[in-house]
């Protein structure tokens, strides 16, 4: 409404505007306006100051609209303008391309074109399209990307899938937190005499004898974690077979996954001289602690017998440290003992204490072996408890700490001479003593033993009053 009260534009006319604020109200409306005569002549380029990029363009002035324009826009330019300038109504936008090579700049356009004066210039307001061709370029790179990702999964799919198939060891896919079976080659299905479709979707407990489904996916999860090479022995249901499950934990679309090789446990199949197998074995159930480490010194596994040792529960709890945090001198006896490995290739005895976080320190006997893994190097500690292996020598040797001493107590009172001839004595009596009790008093298997006549070893059974023992003369 004016002051007076009448209408500002009544039936939709347009009052009559100044032309500097015409000018100012479509340089704000359109990215960019250009009026051109009815040939195509460029009249007036304005320009929305919040796009300087833009500002390059006056030059057209006085050109062709045509000159500027890319050669596969140039046939939609004038189909849209004849279109307009023949008079029809509802003439739709056009998108033109601008061509860097004819007007140093180049951008996606949308124009639409307006008659302004009666002398037939022809407005085009245009709307700048590079946002959109930007986001349209990101999107095609995108649909591109997933199509590639498809087709890389695909393949590593038949992959998997011809991997699977081809296998001879018998294989099962679980779910952790469900406990199905997601995936199973024909080997397993051989072996359990079911179906694909009978196993896949079901859980696995159904699969064995005397277990209950989070008692079973607890237990091989757990043997996951620890990295045992040694596997869970198990029945299968319906029959009176057993086999050995080694289960390999991974996380796969944020879902955990157990991969389970199902392994036949018929002793009459294995070979006594399987080495491999035979040394696992002994890792696992031997009496002997076993230690691998890095050059470091950080332990890369360890038997249940290191873990009795130092009184620890799991070897999660081992692997990783170094292993001079569980020897008495630390860092001292490690490096002692990794040297001269290094330098001989072995060590065979080191003697030190042992002891975990908690366990009061043991006395023990280290051997030491460096090994090749590949391009690294690694040390095999085996560890006796010598408090055990003392007793057990005592138990079988004589006592000779009386001899000892009188050979002890010669020193500052007799020559080296006579010193090394008593010593030389009890030696003699030592070997002769333990050979006797090694062979059961047998005298014929001792003088064997050691290297001796029976008449000789008579003589120094006589020497050192030694046959007064009851014996068995064979």
Not at 231 to 245: A, D, F, S
Not at 265 to 275: P, V
Not at 451 to 463: A, C, E, I, T
Request: proline share 3%.
């Amino acid at each position: 409404m004016t002051s007076r009260g009448a209408k500002y534009w009544t039936s939709g006319a347009i009052p009559l505007i100044a032309p500097e604020v015409l000018g100012d109200i479509i340089s704000h409306v359109a990215d960019l306006a250009i009026v051109i005569s009815e040939t195509g002549e460029v009249l007036s380029v304005i320009v929305n100051p919040a796009h300087p990029s833009f500002l390059v363009l006056e030059h057209w002035e006085g050109k062709d609209i045509r000159d500027s324009l890319a050669v596969e826009s140039l046939p939609k330019f004038e189909k849209r303008f004849a279109e307009f300038l023949s008079g029809q109504t509802d003439v739709k936008p056009v998108e033109l391309n601008h061509s860097r090579e004819v007007s140093d700049w180049d951008a996606p356009v949308r124009y639409s074109f307006h008659r302004i004066a009666p002398n037939g210039a022809v407005l085009m307001l245009g709307r700048d399209l590079r946002a959109v061709a930007e986001m349209q370029q990101q999107l095609i790179n995108a649909q591109l990307a997933l199509e590639r990702d498809y087709e890389v999964q695909r393949e590593f799919d038949t992959r998997f899938r011809v991997l699977l198939s081809n296998m001879s060891e018998p294989v099962l896919f679980v779910s952790v937190e469900s406990g199905d079976i997601t995936e199973a080659n024909a080997a397993a299905t051989t072996l359990m005499d079911r179906s694909r479709d009978d196993l896949i979707g079901n859980p696995l407990v159904s699969c064995f004898e005397s277990r209950k489904r989070g008692d079973l996916i607890e237990a091989l999860t757990t043997l996951a974690i620890s990295e045992r090479a040694d596997g869970m022995k198990i029945e299968l249901r319906g029959k009176t077979k057993l086999v050995q499950i080694a289960p390999t934990l991974f996380r796969a679309a944020g879902e955990r996954i157990l991969l389970c090789r199902v392994i036949p446990t018929d002793e009459s199949t294995l070979n006594a001289d399987n080495l491999a197998r035979n040394m696992q074995d002994l890792y696992v159930s031997g009496p002997e602690a076993i230690v691998f480490a890095a050059e470091n010194g950080d332990v890369l596994s360890a038997n249940d017998a290191f873990l009795d040792l130092i009184d620890v529960a799991h070897d999660i709890n081992v692997r990783g440290r170094s292993l001079a945090d569980y020897l008495q001198r630390g860092s001292v006896d490690l490096k002692v003992m990794t040297e001269n490995a290094t330098r001989a290739g072995r060590m065979r005895m080191y003697g030190t204490k042992i002891a975990g976080q908690y366990g009061s320190p043991r006395a023990v006997e280290i051997s030491v072996t460096k090994l090749h893994a590949g391009n690294h190097s690694i040390f095999a500690f085996v560890m006796r408890d010598s408090n055990h292996a003392e007793a057990s020598r005592g138990a079988m040797l004589p006592s000779n700490d009386e001899s000892m001493r009188s050979v002890v107590e010669l020193v500052g009172s007799a020559t080296l001479k006579d010193i090394v001839a008593e010593t030389t004595n009890v030696v003699e009596k030592m070997c002769i003593e333990t050979a006797v009790s090694l062979t059961m008093n047998n005298r014929v298997a001792a003088a064997e033993m050691l290297g001796l006549s029976r008449q000789s070893l008579y003589v120094k059974l006589r020497k050192f009053d030694l046959l007064t023992r009851d014996t068995d003369d064979n």
